[in-house]
């Protein structure tokens, strides 16, 4: 990619660089899908979005959530251990002492729950939904035309959004 690059002045930090890009060789690479370009471009875009609310058209905006390392044991205990493996498998500490009493209580012989387990994918998956319903909500759409259009995004029932917003009301 090639870069000008001019400096100015900023009163608080002194010199600042400014680059020039060249635009056609920038979206070129992003649809060829050049990781760094798409990290920018990420980045920018949600930037955009936190500080002014605004959404880019376009721009196919998608909802992450993650389990924070102190969930992975209560999910595990209901029977759904993925989240610990794979936080396991990519080297996460498992000298806390609660996954370490977990994976014993495993080796003893501790059962599973004999009920059918609330999955992580489950409870992540009715997140993803209520949290359109709420953006769609914030994009000032009636209750049901949001309801109707989180059923249409995510290929659903209306029985499982309801389901999916008593669950995650709060």
């Not at 980045?43 to 979005?49: A, G, H, K, M």
């Not at 993925?82 to 806390?96: A, T, W």
Request: proline share 4%; aromatic share 8%.
């Amino acid at each position: 990619m090639e870069e000008e690059k001019a400096t100015g002045s900023d009163p608080d930090d002194g010199e600042v660089e400014v680059i020039g890009i060249d635009w056609d060789v920038f979206f070129a690479a992003a649809e060829a899908g050049d990781p760094v370009v798409l990290e920018i471009l990420h980045e920018t875009v949600q930037e955009l979005f936190e500080t002014t609310g605004r959404k880019l058209r376009g721009v196919k905006y998608e909802t992450r959530f993650t389990i924070k390392d102190t969930g992975l044991v209560p999910f595990a205990l209901d029977g759904d251990w993925e989240p610990l493996i794979s936080y396991i498998e990519k080297g996460g500490d498992i000298n806390r002492d609660d996954i370490r009493n977990f994976i014993l209580d495993v080796l003893r012989g501790k059962k599973r729950p004999k009920r059918r387990p609330r999955l992580a994918a489950t409870f992540l998956h009715h997140m993803k939904i209520a949290s359109y319903v709420r953006e769609c909500r914030a994009d000032e759409l009636g209750p049901e035309a949001s309801i109707q259009k989180a059923m249409e995004e995510f290929n659903i029932d209306r029985r499982t959004v309801q389901r999916a917003l008593k669950d995650c009301a709060g």
